[in-house]
């Protein structure tokens, strides 16, 4: 089991910029057979796709955050990181931002549906006041 642990999430006003971080640890294969992502999530809304990152370094954001959103990854010797530099923001992007992970080959593209992710962490919040 992979694990997750988020950080970084905080209050902004719009405009403003945060950077969230995402340990993985406890991961079993290749760094690069995974697929890692952000998401993030209301209270009673859909859990929704931020971007995600394959093995292959390939990067799909969601529409909603493309040209102020980055996703990057680092790894290093035993470890794995991902970050999401999120700028300006607007109250629309205020939810819960879980990073996640699933196994899926090297060289295989990231699963279509969040449900697929079968490791997350606890979740940081995130509010933007306009």
């Known amino acids: 089991q992979v694990q997750m642990v988020e950080s970084g999430g905080g209050s902004v006003q719009a405009g403003g910029s945060l950077r969230l971080s995402c340990k993985a640890s406890?991961?079993?294969?290749?760094?690069?057979?995974?697929?890692l992502g952000w998401f993030r999530q209301n209270p009673g809304k859909e859990r929704e796709e931020v971007a995600t990152?394959?093995?292959?370094?390939?990067?799909?954001?969601a529409d909603s955050v493309k040209g102020r959103f980055t996703l990057s990854r680092d790894i290093g010797r035993g470890s794995l990181h991902l970050y999401l530099e999120m700028n300006a923001l607007t109250p629309g992007d205020t939810a819960m931002y879980y990073c996640?992970?699933?196994?899926?080959?090297?060289?295989?593209?990231?699963?279509?549906?969040?449900?697929?992710?079968?490791?997350w962490g606890q979740g940081t919040q995130v509010t933007v006041s306009s």
């Open positions: 990152i394959d093995g292959a370094s390939s990067i799909i954001y």
């Open positions: 996640a992970a699933v196994w899926v080959g090297v060289g295989q593209q990231c699963p279509a549906s969040h449900r697929e992710y079968s490791n």
């Open positions: 406890r991961y079993d294969y290749n760094a690069l057979s995974y697929c």
